[in-house]
């Protein structure tokens, strides 16, 4: 069975913390997801470090 992790991140818009549920099973993904508050795409690069970190990096869509 392949684990998840729940992380809190702030939106780089509105600046509101929201949770991301994070796939570990895949190394590195990319997508969009809308923010919880403002609605407004945030892109999510997701990474997971030879340790088994979770490595986050949030921008908004002007940012790619």
Do not use: F, W
Not at 4 to 17: A, D, H, I
Not at 40 to 47: E, H
Request: glycine fraction near 4%; charged fraction near 25%.
């Amino acid at each position: 069975m392949h684990s998840v992790t729940v992380k809190s991140v702030s939106c780089p818009y509105c600046g509101e913390q929201i949770e991301l549920i994070i796939d570990e099973s895949v190394e590195k993904q990319q997508y969009i997801e809308d923010c919880e508050v403002c609605c407004r795409p945030i892109n999510i690069g997701v990474s997971i470090t030879l340790a088994g970190e979770v490595e986050l990096s949030i921008k908004d869509e002007n940012s790619c």
